[in-house]
T-cell receptor, first 108, second 116 residues
Framework: TQLLEQSPQFLSIQEGENLTVYCNSS?????LQWYRQEPGEGPVLLVTVVTGGEVKKLKRLTFQFGDARKDSSLHITAAQPGDTGLYLC????????FGTGTRLTIIP | ETGVTQTPRHLVMGMTNKKSLKCEQHLGHNAMYWYKQSAKKPLELMFVYSLEERVENNSVPSRFSPECPNSSHLFLHLHTLQPEDSALYLCASSQDWRGGSYNEQFFGPGTRLTVL
C-alpha cells in the first residue's frame, strides 16, 4: 500500500504570512500532483511535477518534487484569504494515490 | 453544462432506502471514477470505469453498486447503507484510465450523503 502523509493536517495563519506544507511517502512515484479543494467543490488540479528535484511556480505558490521522488512540498508566499482550502497531494504510479490532506485557513 | 456534474448535491437516506447518485461528464473522457471522502480518511478510490468497463473495484461492500451505461454517465446505486457510509461521494473523469504522468482527473462537486 502506498501511503502519502501530509503535514500539518491543519494550518491557520494570518493574511500576508508565508507557509509550507509537506507531502511524504516511503514509496517512489513517477509523478506527483497537487490539488486544491474548496468547500462545496471537488478537488482541482494545481500542478504536476515529474522529475526529481523539479520546482514549479504558480504565481505565489511554489511546488517542489523531492530528489528521490518520494516527497513534495508546497510553499505559499504572502498568503491570501483566497488560498483557503484543502490541499491534497497525489502520487502516481499505475494509479493515483491521494494524501491525507492539509486544511489551510487564511485569516484576513 | 460543462465539466463534471453530480446530482443530487445532498442526500439524506435511511438504512433501508435505495437511492442512486448520478455523475455526468461533458469532457469527452474515457475513464470515470467514484471516490469516497470522509473526515478522517484520505480520498478513497472506490471504482474505476474505462470505456464503460469496470477496471477496478477497491474492496467496496456490495451495498454500493456502480453502473456505467456509456462513457459520459456513471451511477452509484445505494442500498441498505450504514451510518458509517455517510461521506462526500466524488465523481471524477480523465482522458484515459492509466494515462501518463500528466493525466489529470477532473472532479465533480460531490454528493454529501447522510445515512440515518
Amino acid at each position: 500500500t502506498q501511503l502519502l502523509e501530509q503535514s500539518p493536517q491543519f494550518l491557520s495563519i494570518q493574511e500576508g504570512e508565508n507557509l509550507t506544507v509537506y507531502c511524504n511517502s516511503s514509496s517512489v512515484f513517477s509523478s506527483l500532483q497537487w490539488y486544491r479543494q474548496e468547500p462545496g467543490e471537488g478537488p482541482v488540479l494545481l500542478v504536476t511535477v515529474v522529475t526529481g528535484g523539479e520546482v514549479k511556480k504558480l504565481k505565489r505558490l511554489t511546488f517542489q518534487f523531492g530528489d528521490a521522488r518520494k516527497d513534495s512540498s508546497l510553499h505559499i508566499t504572502a498568503a491570501q484569504p483566497g488560498d483557503t482550502g484543502l490541499y491534497l497531494c497525489a502520487g502516481r504510479n499505475e494509479k493515483l494515490t491521494f494524501g491525507t490532506g492539509t486544511r489551510l485557513t487564511i485569516i484576513p | 453544462e460543462t465539466g463534471v456534474t453530480q446530482t443530487p448535491r445532498h442526500l439524506v437516506m435511511g438504512m433501508t432506502n435505495k437511492k442512486s447518485l448520478k455523475c455526468e461528464q461533458h469532457l469527452g473522457h474515457n475513464a470515470m471514477y467514484w471516490y469516497k471522502q470522509s473526515a478522517k480518511k484520505p480520498l478513497e478510490l472506490m471504482f474505476v470505469y474505462s470505456l464503460e468497463e469496470r477496471v477496478e473495484n477497491n474492496s467496496v461492500p456490495s451495498r454500493f453498486s456502480p453502473e456505467c451505461p456509456n462513457s459520459s454517465h456513471l451511477f452509484l446505486h445505494l442500498h441498505t447503507l450504514q451510518p458509517e457510509d455517510s461521506a462526500l461521494y466524488l465523481c471524477a473523469s480523465s482522458q484515459d484510465w492509466r494515462g501518463g504522468s500528466y493525466n489529470e482527473q477532473f472532479f465533480g462537486p460531490g454528493t454529501r450523503l447522510t445515512v440515518l
